[in-house]
Every structure is written in C-alpha cells, then in structure tokens.
C-alpha cells in the first residue's frame, strides 16, 4: 500500500523559502500544501512557479486551515520562536533555517516546546550532508588525525553585505556575519568533531562596512542602517582542552580565500574546502585525502529527506536538541565576549 505523502507548509518566502519549497518540492515523499509570506505577492509568485495550490500573507490562517505533517520556516531568527511555537501547538513537525533563534533563551524555548509537545524539530544546516564534511566526521571518528588539538575556520563572502534588513539590521537578524554565515561552517566542524563541549571564549567584533570610502551597499536607504558586526574573530575552548578559531568577514577581499578550515591533530592536518587530509609518516608527509562522489545529491535536499524519514520512522533527525543549542551557546558567547571585551564562561 502507497503511503501518503507528508504535508509541508512554508512560512517565509524570501530566498531561503524558496529553496525550502524546492528542497521538499524534490521529494517524492512531500507535497507543498501551501505557502505563507508577509509580502502576499510574494507569496502568489512562489505558489505559482512551484505549483503550490495556497497562499496566505498570515500563517497562522495557513495553519488553521490545513492539517499539516511539516512546517517549515524560512523567517528572520526573530520570528522562528512565535512560528515554531504556533506550528507545534497544531501539530506539526518544525524545521528552522539558521539560526534557530536570536538568543541562547529564545532557542530553549522552542526546544523546550518541541520536547513537550513531542514534536520533533530540526534545522536547515545542509552543509552536514556534504561528502567532504561527512568524510572528514570519518576521519576524526576512526582517530586517523590522532587527538585534534585546534579547528582553525574562516568564511564569508567578498565584498557582500546581504541586503535584506533581516540580516543587516540587529533587531531582525539578532547578529551579522557570525550568525548568518559562519553558523554553517561552525556547525559542520562541530558535527565533524563529534559536537565538543564548549566551556569558555572571546572574541572582538567590528563594522568596517560604515568606515569605508565607498561602501558597496546593497539596498535603498543610509549605510547607518545597518547595525551589525561585519567582521568577528573568536577563540572558542572546550572542556577536553582542544581549541577553535574562527575568523567571519562580509568584506573579504577577491584574492582572499573565501571559506575553510583546517584541524591540527597530533598526526596530521585536515582540511575544508576542499577536502584534505596530510599525515605525518616516518618524517615525511603523505597525501591521504579520500576520494568523494563526483555527483552527490543536493544537500538541503537531503536534509528535507531525513527530516521526512525522521517523522516516518519516530527517530531523532541528523541534527539534535543538543546540537542546535550548542551552536546558539557559541555565537552568544563571541557576541558577548566581544561586547565585553573579556573572555566568557560558557554555561550548558
């Protein structure tokens, strides 16, 4: 007997809505019931290309009118916890995009109303489902780096302030390039290193973006609109004794690297971006970087999928309670050791 597809409901249908609709669209599994979006004509052009039957501007009457398996928000962090609280008191299944939310507090909410409404909750951190990052969760977990004692990442983009309020403006977006794009990284490293636990951090942050000659802006109105950090550098420690660095800029040079990482570990170095692995062998260094699939499958789409398999089989998806949370208490931390100008415990 055919199973029925589950019901999918789209909050937010900006950019990361759509390829929300497109990753759930992918799967035979799914079926886009409707769409919701405070702009009403954005949420029409979306239903349309993608075939979706409704459309509301207020998702609480998407809610109300359609028994839906999944909610997905694509919102501002600032908006995830009012969603997420209204999808699971209807019943519903959440997926967040990142971050979950724009404090440590308004995340353990919603991981709290998840657990007590038994609901399950993930989020949208696809760079887990990459083969270079599940490779190198490999080999950490088969201990061919040795112990890693330092994760070195840096990521950004050249040039490019996203010019939607909710990533530009605090109140929205609850913090800049740390928490909009860096997260993916951090939580892809994390993940790859078996999720240690964070104990204390610093970290300096700093707006260039207002200090430039010419800033490259990319919206209507003042640069002073935009109130969040450009640039953060941390130092995160974890209770095993191993460190991590992480360098986040918006305004990177063209020559510059863009995105990467590297783990220092007692027999060797591993890479990010590409996928490296270089192992210390009777004085010499030998290349042992695996080979990965030439055409992996798109990875939101695979993150969607698990999700659905998730709810089909009543296990825990990819990505944890603990895990969300452990990457919230990172970001909260730089932001509060960079506010402070002092190193921060980190509590759990």
């Known amino acids: 007997m055919k199973t029925k597809p589950l019901n999918v409901g789209v909050i937010g249908c900006g950019a990361h809505g759509?390829?929300?609709?497109?990753?759930?669209?992918?799967?035979?599994?799914?079926?886009?019931?409707?769409v919701a979006d405070a702009d009403l004509q954005r949420a029409k052009q979306v239903a349309v290309e993608f075939g979706v039957e409704y459309h509301y501007v207020d998702y609480r009457e998407m809610l109300a009118?359609?028994?839906?398996?999944?909610?997905?928000?694509?919102?501002?962090?600032?908006?995830?916890?009012?969603?997420?609280?209204?999808?699971?008191?209807?019943?519903?299944?959440?997926?967040?995009?990142?971050?979950?939310?724009v404090s440590l507090a308004q995340a353990e909410k919603i991981i709290t109303t998840a657990r007590s409404t038994g609901k399950l909750l993930t989020m949208g951190l696809q760079n887990r489902c990459l083969p270079e990052v599940q490779a190198?969760?490999?080999?950490?977990?088969?201990?061919?780096?040795?112990?890693?004692?330092?994760?070195?990442?840096?990521?950004?983009?050249?040039?490019?302030?996203?010019?939607?309020?909710?990533?530009?403006?605090?109140?929205?977006?609850?913090?800049?390039?740390?928490?909009?794009?860096?997260?993916?990284?951090?939580d892809a490293v994390l993940w790859a290193l078996g999720n240690p636990r964070p104990v204390r951090a610093t970290a300096s942050s700093y707006r260039k973006f207002g200090r430039m000659s010419n800033p490259p802006a990319t919206?209507?109105?003042?640069v002073d609109a935009c109130d969040i950090e450009d640039f953060n550098v941390g130092l995160v420690h974890f209770a095993d004794g191993s460190t991590m660095s992480l360098e986040s800029n918006w305004l990177m040079h063209p020559r510059t690297r863009q995105s990467g990482a590297e783990l220092l570990g007692d027999w060797g170095v591993a890479g990010l971006r590409p996928l490296s692995l270089e192992l210390e062998q009777e004085g010499e260094i030998i290349d042992a970087t695996p080979e990965l699939p030439a055409n992996p499958p798109d990875a939101f789409g695979q993150?969607?999928?698990?999700?659905?398999?998730?709810?089909?089989?009543?296990?825990?998806?990819?990505?944890?309670?603990?895990?969300?949370?452990?990457?919230?208490?990172?970001?909260?931390?730089?932001?509060?050791?960079?506010?402070?100008?002092?190193?921060?415990?980190i509590l759990t």
């Open 219 to 222: 919206w209507e109105g003042p």
């Open 303 to 345: 993150i969607c999928l698990d999700f659905c398999q998730s709810i089909r089989q009543n296990r825990t998806p990819l990505v944890r309670f603990g895990e969300m949370l452990n990457v919230q208490r990172i970001m909260d931390t730089l932001y509060r050791a960079a506010d402070s100008g002092h190193e921060v415990k």
């Open 65 to 101: 009118r359609h028994p839906l398996d999944i909610v997905s928000l694509a919102l501002p962090p600032a908006l995830n916890p009012d969603a997420a609280l209204a999808a699971f008191a209807v019943g519903a299944h959440v997926m967040a995009s990142k971050p979950l939310a």
């Open 136 to 186: 190198l969760r490999r080999i950490i977990a088969n201990g061919r780096l040795g112990r890693v004692y330092h994760a070195r990442l840096w990521h950004g983009h050249v040039m490019h302030v996203p010019p939607t309020p909710t990533m530009y403006q605090r109140a929205l977006a609850g913090g800049g390039v740390l928490f909009h794009t860096m997260i993916h990284l951090l």
């Open 18 to 34: 759509r390829g929300h609709v497109a990753g759930y669209g992918q799967l035979l599994d799914a079926c886009i019931v409707a």
